[in-house]
């Protein structure tokens, strides 16, 4: 189904979606730690290098040994301050004013450095190397670069240096790195994303510095990420949305859908399936293509049926008729299939041989069981007349055995009724008849003795004219005119289908082609359709005779689109495409599925007479009619309803939502002199456009 087809794509969208957005924000998210991996070891290259050259400077402009301890003091680069350190521990502040002086005046950091000293007298005082220590008060220590030089001037003296960090910190922030201050712990260093240790003179750490800068990936974090999640939320929320109201529409046409179907396979008077059901079984239990299971086939043919209808009415003889259904369905349908052929005709499938006396036996229970649970209408009893045929016995698929099973139930009735008889190749005296009528009517086509009878199509509610329906007729030279219901079967079970379908083709354009805009409709035959050069024959005979393939419309039966349904879809597709429509006439008669209706893309449907015929005296129809009316114009059909008589039924149509109408109430087919055509027509359509439901 379309609809279950369209919430599947977007099951797999949804997912789709998902799946790239997770290998995208998981992309993202690998490359940004990438990232700031590289850029963190860039910051402590930085720091590092920053420190080693501000520990470079500091050992450039240490005073020689050689120069006086004012010299020393005296002396003030960059802000840096040196002191002196006598062999007691005691030290000499260097220039006052400067913040290194104002540091070191403070208590703490004079114990800090008596403490660094200690560490400094245990090395050995020949490398003159510089280390670090920390000093100042907690949240705002500084470095303190060491040089150890003994022995100044003789004097037996230590020399160190103080730097003030501040020009480390402002050379840094060019760089975007805000440093924090020294810390005596890694805990110590709060909200900060960079980090770096400092090793003392003994390599342990003595402090640590720690740092904050711009990360990708807070930007990506913080901006790039809300959006697209957001983005992903509501593309999914509007597909959920989608998904939910496309699953609701599917759901709600496929049980139309089922509905429909239901009904289409069941006669809504009796409840057992109808005739378009039996074909489809016999199209699984028994096809055409191989050969026929052991089975019997029955026609059952109620006696005393016409008289009731005709005496008690109608409610009477459905009354009948469903009695007469449930005994056949307890007695047959256990084993076998139980269908209703229309009227008072039943078919039973039974999966096994019944021979003549088995027959008689089964006919004699049958008609115990009707006398017993159908009560008789007045004084007319209910009878039965069977025909068998069994497929050990007769060849032929299960079509064959069904007409051959009807001639045998006819030949009882002919007999005297309340008879049960098995098929006999005598009864196929009817068969020879056929093909006498065969040959005649291929000579009738020959010399073109048939002629065509146009019925008019109307708008439902206006009642104007859209277009005519081409009704062949056959003028014997003997039995007068023949009626197409018994000569078109014939054709159709030969090859002259075909050649009768393009004469009253080429024809119905001759006749109406000159006459206006109307629309032409024309019965064809899937063989028809399926003939080699049937799509050129088509548009040759449109070119000849001046006439818009947008005004032809084919019309197929449901009974003729069947076989080999593939190759009949894809010349329709051809010739729809060059302009011409089809219709599926007298839906519901048939027999084929309803698949046919998405398989074929018909562009109208028009409604099998049987149905409208119902609409006065059967409380279902209408619910059917309507139905078939909403499923049409829900797959964007059009509607026309067939054998309208009455004004009641005309109404009833109209307000049912059906578009176009054919009947007798509007005009009975009539050959084209006698067709009363407008002098110059209007350009019309079949129906107006429809919007699907």
């Known amino acids: 189904m379309h609809g279950r087809s369209l919430v599947r794509t977007l099951d797999a969208g949804a997912i789709i979606i998902m799946v790239i957005a997770i290998g995208t924000l998981s992309l993202m998210a690998w490359t940004t730690r990438l990232i700031d991996r590289s850029a963190y070891e860039n910051e402590v290259t930085l720091v590092r290098q920053s420190l080693i050259g501000l520990a470079a400077d500091f050992r450039d402009h240490l005073p020689n040994p050689g120069q006086e301890p004012d010299g020393w003091l005296a002396r003030d680069v960059q802000n840096h301050a040196t002191f002196t350190v006598s062999p007691a521990g005691r030290f000499v502040t260097g220039r006052p004013g400067s913040r290194i002086h104002g540091l070191l005046s403070e208590d703490g950091t004079a114990t800090r450095l008596e403490q660094a000293l200690q560490v400094l007298e245990r090395i050995d005082p020949q490398g003159g190397r510089v280390d670090l ?59 900060a994303n960079g980090r770096m240790g400092i090793d003392g003179l003994d390599g342990d750490p003595v402090a640590f510095i720690g740092w904050r800068s711009e990360r990708i990936s807070k930007t990506i974090t913080g901006l790039i990420l809300p959006i697209l999640a957001t983005a992903l939320a509501a593309g999914l929320f509007v597909l959920m949305l989608l998904r939910r109201y496309w699953s609701q529409a599917r759901d709600g046409f496929l049980g139309e859908l089922k509905q429909v179907e239901t009904l289409a396979h069941t006669d809504p008077l009796t409840g057992l399936p109808n005739r378009r059901a039996l074909f489809e079984h016999l199209q699984t239990f028994a096809p055409s293509t191989r050969p026929v299971p052991p089975m019997t086939v029955l026609m059952l043919d109620l006696d005393g049926f016409k008289s009731v209808n005709d005496q008690h009415g109608h409610q009477a003889g459905d009354r009948v008729l469903k009695q007469a259904a449930e005994v056949f369905r307890a007695e047959l349908g256990t084993a076998g299939f139980v269908a209703r052929l229309g009227g008072d005709e039943f078919v039973a499938l039974l999966p096994e041989i019944v021979n003549d006396g088995a027959l008689q036996r089964l006919h004699y229970h049958l008609q115990q069981a009707l006398r017993q649970r159908v ?187 069947i076989s080999d349904p593939d190759s009949l879809a894809a010349i329709m597709e051809t010739m729809q495409g060059k302009g011409i429509r089809f219709a599926i006439d007298d839906f519901g008669a048939g027999y084929s599925s309803l698949t046919h209706l998405l398989r074929f893309k018909f562009d109208v449907l028009k409604i099998d007479r049987g149905f409208i015929m119902s609409l006065d005296d059967k409380p279902e129809a209408p619910m059917i009619v309507t139905s078939v009316v909403s499923l049409a114009r829900s797959l964007g059909m059009q ?55």
């Open 639 to 693: 509607v026309v309803g067939e054998g309208i008589e009455t004004p009641a039924q005309h109404r009833f149509l109209a307000s049912a939502g059906c578009g176009a109408l054919q009947g007798y109430l509007f005009g009975r087919p009539v050959p084209i002199g006698q067709l009363a055509l407008a002098e110059d027509p209007k350009p019309t359509t079949l129906l107006p456009p429809v919007q699907a439901a």
């Open 375 to 561: 009560p008789m209408e007045g004084l007319v009893p209910i009878g039965v007349s069977i025909g068998a045929v069994n497929s050990t016995t007769e060849t032929g698929d299960g079509e064959d055995l069904l007409k051959m099973a009807d001639l045998a139930v006819y030949a009882a009735k002919a007999a005297g009724r309340g008879l049960a008889m098995c098929y006999h190749p005598d009864m196929k005296r009817d068969i020879a008849y056929r093909r006498m009528l065969e040959r005649e009517l291929r000579g009738a086509i020959l010399t073109q003795a048939l002629f065509l009878a146009y019925q008019p199509i109307v708008d439902a509610l206006s009642g104007k004219v859209l277009g005519y329906e081409a009704l062949v007729r056959w003028q014997h030279p003997v039995r007068g005119v023949i009626p197409p219901v018994d000569f078109i079967p014939i054709a159709e079970k030969s090859d002259l289908i075909i050649g009768l379908g393009n004469f009253v083709l080429d024809r119905a354009l001759a006749e109406l082609g000159p006459r206006g805009a109307c629309r032409i409709s024309v019965n064809a035959t899937g063989r028809q359709l399926l003939a080699p050069g049937f799509v050129d024959f088509v548009m040759d005979a449109l070119a000849r005779h001046g006439v818009a393939a947008e005004r032809l419309c084919l019309e197929l039966t449901e009974t003729s689109i």
């Open 133 to 191: 220590v920390r000093v100042g008060p907690p949240r705002d220590e500084n470095l303190v670069f060491v040089s150890l030089i003994r022995d100044v001037l003789g004097q037996g003296r230590l020399a160190v240096a103080l730097i003030d960090f501040s020009p480390l910190t402002s050379t840094l922030e060019g760089f975007g790195l805000h440093l924090q201050p020294i810390a005596a712990r890694p805990g110590d260093i709060l909200h």
